[in-house]
C-alpha cells in the first residue's frame, strides 16, 4: 500500500477510535533499547555545540529554504535538490523566516540577514548580540526568540527593538497564527503575545509540579486548533505536549509499534515540530534520524528512520516534507 494511502487509511482510524479505542500496527521500522533512563537531563547545562549542518527550513515559492552552520542560506527544490544561495563566513545561522517573497536568516551573535526576493541578502541590526534560536511572523511584526529570555520584535525593513522577559531559560522557540504568539524555554517556560509587546508568562515545571516530570522544551508550532511544544523530560525521555489555549496541558504517548506488532519508545529528543493540517498529524524531527508521526489515532503512531544524523528542522508542501539536519542532510518526503 503507499504512503499516501496508509495515511488516509490512518485518519479515517482516527476517526473510530475516539469511540472504539482499538490496537494499531505500524508499517515503520524501530531502534530496539531501554526506556528505564534514570538519569536527570538539563538542556540548560547540555552542549549546545552546533554541528555543521542545517539547522532550519522554511517553504519558499514552489521549494525550501535552508540555513545551517557555515553561514549557509541553500535554496532546496521539492526533489532534494540543493542550489547554494548565500555564505556569510563565520556565521552560525539557527532558524529562518520566510514572508512573502522576503527571507530573514538569523543566528549567533545577533546575526541576521535580509533579502527582498533576489540572491542578494544584507545585514540588519537585529537589536541584540545575543545568540537568536528562532523566528516567527505575527501581527506583521517579526517576532524573534533569543538567549537570556530576551524577545526581539521587528518590522520586515530590518528594524527591531529588545525586549527582556524575566525568565529562567532560553527562548529557543518562537511559532504564531494570527490570533497570537507563543513560545518556549529550555527551562520549561511558555510564553505567549496577542500584541507581540506584552507577554505572559507560564512556569510549566512549576505549574503540574508532582503532576508531570520536570521539562525542558526544544519547540513550538502554533496551528490553528492547538499549540504544540515538545522536548525533554529530567529522566531524558523526551515530551511532547498539547493545549487548546495555553492553560491546560495534556501530554501525547510517544509510543509506536514495529511491524511485529511489538511496543516501543521514542526516546531522542525531538528538535522540531511540523504539523500537516490536510492528514491532520504532527511530525516530530528527532535527533539519531528519528522522525515520529503522530496522527489523531494516538495508537497509530509511527516511526520512521533515517541515516543516524541529528534531524534539525522540518517543513512541509503541496503534501510533501523536508527534513534538514546535521551534515547538511536532505530528505524529501512525498506523501
Known sequence: MSFKGHRIILLLLGSILLLYPIECSSSFLVLDGSTNSKNTFDLRTADKTILDGYTDVAKYEDGFIAVGS??????ISKTGEINKYHSTVGAKF?????????????????DMLISYGSEKF??????????????TWFDNKVIAGADGGEILIGN???????IQLNLKGDVVSVSANAVFCFGVTNAGEIIHTTDGENWNV????????GFYKTCYFTSVLVTERN??????????????????????WSERDLSYKDEQGIKDYL?????????????????????????????????CNELAEFPEVNLAGISGINEMLMIVGEGFFVKPISF
Open 227 to 248: 499549540i504544540a511544544v515538545t522536548g525533554i523530560k529530567d529522566d531524558g525521555l523526551p515530551v511532547f505536549m498539547l493545549s487548546n489555549k495555553g492553560k491546560v
Open 156 to 162: 520586515n525593513i530590518g528594524e527591531f527593538k529588545s
Open 122 to 135: 544584507e545585514k540588519i541590526n537585529s537589536g541584540t548580540d545575543g545568540n537568536i534560536n528562532s523566528l
Open 202 to 209: 507560564f512556569d510549566f515545571n512549576q505549574e503540574y509540579k
Open 70 to 75: 557555515n553561514g549557509q542560506i541553500d535554496r
Open 94 to 110: 539557527k532558524c529562518v523566516l520566510t514572508h512573502d517573497k522576503q527571507i530573514i536568516a538569523a543566528g549567533d551573535n545577533g
Open 267 to 299: 526516546k531522542d529528543l525531538p528538535n522540531d515540530i511540523f504539523y500537516d493540517g490536510l492528514y491532520q498529524q504532527y511530525y516530530l524531527a528527532c535527533e539519531n534520524g528519528k522522525l515520529l508521526v503522530l496522527p489523531t489515532c494516538s495508537h
